[in-house]
């Protein structure tokens, strides 16, 4: 496929090419009806057709080739088999993608011509929508729309599909409060079944060790379910609740009955560890008390053990209920009716030890428990310059002990998945904890999975690695376990939300599931929440435990996903590095600077120190710019970075280097070139938010003038707006969304007990709506507010209304709080205050509403765990990024006339990191700047958290205006 002049949010002009004269035929049916072009423009002589409708116009070319088309043939096979499991788009190199004003239009058509599609991030909320041209080509459309834009998106009324040129918008001035993000387009009208025997039965149950975030998933599941008009039932204590059966243990759940339960702990429908399960007797039971219940489709939340019994009941299910059959236990109507079991599984373990998917439900509120108990150890090992033997959870697992060594900046770990021999690991870890204790180091801190063993498979104790500290390096030494500490306390916010889009998806798989549909089991790939197979993932998972029994460590290790060993890989270097004798050869070694660029954001300084640390294992020289760019202008504050002055950083908040907002050109961009060239720095990487895009932008622009910004440039995101455009996320956005989300909780048990009060909390972020809108999901706000939308009034009265129901159906029970998030720049003529005061009027009497400002308490106080280890991550990244970025800027620099900032490899080393979807990513700058950005807005141009917003919504049953 040649994409030829591919514009922001859409193309106007590609080529595709057919190799079959069939195949042509099909592909000119296929865009025309698709995209409803008309224009159709033939040429005989060079066997092509234009069609087009004067913004867009696609030429399918024939180009006669047999072999070819037998291979573009197997690959449509290949791509339609994965319709339900896989991503098409990680499996081919470039896919093209339209802007679209109705998505569900172009379903419709999709589905009437039979294509097969992918929709995302939901089947219910398509925002983006993929097919399979006839060409063996990912074609797609998107609604997700310039949200600054101020020009509304046409009604669904419209009966046909119209396309956007992809021309970037016109830049408008944020006084404007109209419409921008027309979220009722993603509300389709349900089909709602009337009749209550033919909805479908939807269960949920939560199996093996609880994990914080398994509320939110059930009340996903059943609020879900209840939405698309089926039943919710919940299977109390595990399996044990299914081998037992019967109406106490197999419960149809209310809308009402899961209100609230995202803000508490564990899991309010039990789980447990069933032995009766794992033996066929008890899986029969299982079946028969399913079906007597008349449960259609089971969700499973649970860890490794849970999915794979999981997987087992849906394997053994026709031989089951054969036997139940034949034993008389269920009749035949029962039989017919229930012969598929409709299985699904939503991964819930702190242990994060299932293949396939990033993160577990609980993992990160566990690892959340570890880090603060390690926070606080730290500072009494501190007073004693004492050794502390901390031992975490998980079982076959070291994911918990490593991002807790990553995150606390730990000296050494134990982890299952790299033994060593009892000599080799006590060798080393003396070595390392020797030097950083000659380094300056007054605290040592070594964690220990529960699952460590040496090689042998001997397990290895805390107890163990005690003796050693003490005895070959005469520490004074502590053993701390946390225990279930780390399963306590409710979920952080990214398990509230983790859960919730994956208690959505779940729902949507199990309705869309045929019996030929192998199980899915909901994953997550960096941020994209994707179906897997759930018999792959059990099998990929069962694989590791072996490999580890049967002693092949590196079998175990290649397969825990790639990130998991990049993980490693980035301890090692940063916490492990002899300095003296670092990676790389005495030319390859750097000067690479980093500077703060904007407000605090959580996350900054693990960003400085793990970029530090890790040049100085491969033998860069880092070097900090403090207080921003008009410190290195003004006062020429630049100094390289020590090991021991960093001490601590990584879990510190605030910015340690200092930061404002000023830009180089605001600075004095001419000094600040002056001293690039006194230092020689061969890389920089800026930390921040959009004031630092700015910042990129300003030095990449100004390479013509001053060659020594002609070198590589990154630019890691941090700010807790996450507006930066590139990205799906910015460092500080999770410690900002923790602290929000607690101040919101508080709020809201206050609310509860005041009794008929709704708080109205302002929220911070600029003209981004982000942090409003994921609070509202993980706190379960009535409504959000943001500068995308505004404050239609008709909305706002809505709301009220919405609000006065809701209370006068609870009717005196206490756990009502409610709230209203609204972003401070929602509207310029009504702050917090005036909202409540217009919302107690309206109110009548009704309830009452009173503001609250958790204010700068939302730039947060200690960065969370996933800031700090994202923060490595990328720091890591970037200075790697810099290193492959050598080459081409050497050679650019030595030919110094000819220097062509158009040239796309040149202008591509100015770039910013970020996660896209399932992947980590450098863009251009250019490319962002030019054409991705609302400058005047600070925003970038496409939103990607709009399909939470209506995710949010309808699991609160906010009712939306049009
Ligand atoms: N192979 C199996 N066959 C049938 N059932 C199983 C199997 N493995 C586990 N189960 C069922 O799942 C339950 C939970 O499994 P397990 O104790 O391994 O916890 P888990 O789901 O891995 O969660 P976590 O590790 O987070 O505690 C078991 O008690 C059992 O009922
Ligand atoms: O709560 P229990 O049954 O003692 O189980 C503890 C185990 O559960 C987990 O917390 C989760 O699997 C493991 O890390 C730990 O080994
Ligand atoms: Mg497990």
């Known amino acids: 496929m040649t994409v030829t002049t591919p514009l922001v949010n859409g193309t106007s002009y590609c080529t595709v090419t057919a190799y079959s004269a069939d195949s042509y035929k099909q592909a000119i049916d296929f865009y025309s009806k698709f995209l409803s072009l008309e224009d159709l423009t033939s040429n005989a002589q060079e066997q092509s057709t234009t069609i087009s409708n004067g913004s867009i116009s696609i030429k399918i070319q024939l180009k006669e080739n047999p072999q070819q088309q037998s291979q573009v043939a197997n690959q449509l096979e290949q791509l339609k088999a994965m319709e339900k499991t896989q991503d098409w788009r990680s499996h081919v190199q470039e896919s093209l993608v339209f802007s679209t004003a109705n998505i569900l239009i172009n379903k419709e058509t999709l589905t009437a011509l039979q294509y097969p599609t992918q929709s995302y991030p939901s089947e219910l909320f398509p925002m983006e929508l993929y097919t399979l041209d006839p060409l063996g080509n990912v074609i797609g459309v998107t609604s997700t729309k310039n949200a600054i834009s101020t020009k509304p998106t046409e009604p669904p009324a419209q009966k046909k599909a119209k396309f956007a040129s992809g021309l970037p918008s016109k830049v408008h001035s944020f006084t404007d409060l109209s419409y921008r993000m027309k979220t009722t387009d993603n509300y389709p009208s349900l089909p709602k079944t009337t009749n209550e025997k033919n909805k479908k039965a939807i269960a949920v149950m939560t199996s093996g060790g609880d994990a914080q975030g398994m509320n939110s998933n059930v009340r996903a599941i059943v609020r879900s379910a209840i939405f698309k008009g089926c039943r919710a039932f919940v299977v109390m204590e595990g399996y044990e609740g299914l081998v037992r059966g019967g109406p106490e243990y197999i419960k149809e759940c209310s809308w009402e009955d899961v209100r609230g339960w995202s803000a508490e702990g564990g899991t309010n429908i039990g789980t447990a560890r069933c032995l009766e399960f794992r033996e066929r007797a008890g899986r029969l039971l299982g079946a028969q008390h399913l079906i007597e219940a008349g449960v259609d489709a089971l969700i499973v939340c649970g860890g490794d053990g849970s999915l794979t019994g999981a997987d087992l009941f849906r394997s053994e299910w026709p031989s089951l209920i054969e036997e139940l059959l034949a034993n008389k236990r269920i009749s035949q109507d029962q039989f017919d009716k229930y012969k598929h079991l409709n299985i699904c599984g939503t991964v819930g373990s702190i242990d994060n030890d299932m293949s396939t998917t990033d993160a577990t439900i609980g993992a990160y509120s566990a690892l959340d428990r570890i880090c603060t108990a390690i926070d606080y150890v730290e500072a009494t090992a501190n007073s004693h310059s004492r050794a502390f033997v901390v031992e975490v959870m998980g079982r076959n697992c070291g994911w918990l002990a490593l991002l807790a060594g990553i995150a606390t900046s730990a ?509 980590i990513v450098f863009s251009s700058i250019r490319q962002l700047y030019d054409y991705e950005t609302e400058i005047s807005l600070r925003m970038p141009k496409v939103i990607h958290w709009q399909g939470t917003r209506a995710i949010a919504d309808h699991l609160v049953g906010r009712k939306r205006v049009d």
């Open 411 to 919: 000296d050494y770990i134990f982890i299952p998945e790299k033994p060593a021999t009892s000599s080799e690991w006590q060798d080393q870890m003396c070595d390392i904890v020797s030097k950083h204790r000659a380094r300056g180091k007054r605290t040592t801190i070594v964690i220990v999975a529960e699952g460590a063993i040496s090689v042998d498979l001997t397990p290895i104790s805390p107890a163990d690695v005690h003796k050693v500290l003490v005895d070959r390096l005469g520490l004074d030494t502590r053993i701390t376990t946390l225990g279930h500490v780390q399963r306590g306390g409710t979920a952080v916010a990214y398990d509230r939300m983790l859960a919730t889009l994956q208690g959505v998806e779940a729902v949507n798989a199990v309705l869309e599931s045929t019996p030929e549909t192998p199980s899915p089991l909901i994953a997550i790939n960096e941020n994209k929440i994707v179906r897997k197979p759930l018999v792959e993932s059990v099998r990929l998972t069962k694989e590791v435990a072996a490999a580890i029994q049967a002693k092949d460590f590196k079998k175990a290790m290649s397969l825990r996903d790639t990130e998991f060993i990049e993980h490693l890989k980035n301890f090692m270097a940063i916490n492990s590095a002899d300095h003296n004798e670092p990676k790389l050869a005495a030319d390859k070694r750097l000067k690479i600077a980093i500077v703060n660029v904007g407000a605090p954001a959580g996350g900054i300084n693990s960003a400085v120190y793990s970029m530090a640390t890790y040049c100085m294992s491969q033998g860069h020289k880092p070097y900090a710019i403090y207080n921003g760019w008009s410190g290195l202008a003004r006062h020429e504050s630049v100094r390289s970075l020590d090991w021991k002055s960093m001490i601590g950083w990584q879990s510190r908040g605030g910015s340690e280097l200092g930061t404002n907002r000023n830009t180089p050109e605001e600075a004095d961009i001419g000094m600040i070139a002056y001293y690039f060239q006194k230092y020689q720095f061969d890389g920089l990487v800026i930390v921040g938010g959009f004031e630092a895009f700015e910042s990129l932008n300003q030095l990449e622009k100004a390479r013509e003038s001053y060659p020594a910004f002609r070198i590589p440039m990154v630019l890691i995101p941090a700010t807790l707006s996450n507006n930066v455009p590139g990205t799906e996320y910015s460092l500080g956005s999770d410690t900002a969304l923790n602290a929000l989300m607690e101040y919101c909780d508080v709020v809201k048990q206050s609310a509860a007990s005041t009794r008929g009060r709704t708080f109205v909390v302002d929220v911070q972020g600029g003209n981004s709506g982000y942090l409003a809108t994921c609070a509202a999901l993980a706190v379960g706000a009535q409504a959000s507010y943001v500068p995308e939308e505004g404050i239609p009034l008709p909305q706002l009265q809505q709301d009220i209304e919405t609000l006065a129901e809701s209370f006068e159906s609870a009717k005196g029970r206490g756990r009502n709080g409610k709230l209203i998030l609204k972003s401070t720049n929602a509207s310029k003529a009504l702050g917090a205050t005036d909202l409540a005061n217009v919302i107690t009027a309206e109110a009548n009497g009704r309830f009452d509403a009173k503001p609250a400002f958790p204010g700068h308490v939302q730039q947060g106080g200690l960065p969370s765990p996933i800031d700090r280890t994202r923060a490595t991550r990328f720091a890591i990244k970037a200075v790697d990024f810099i290193e492959e970025q050598q080459q081409t800027m050497a050679s650019v620099r030595a030919a110094d006339d000819e220097f062509n900032a158009d040239d796309k490899d040149v202008s591509a080393t100015a770039t910013v990191l970020g996660v896209k979807r399932s992947h």
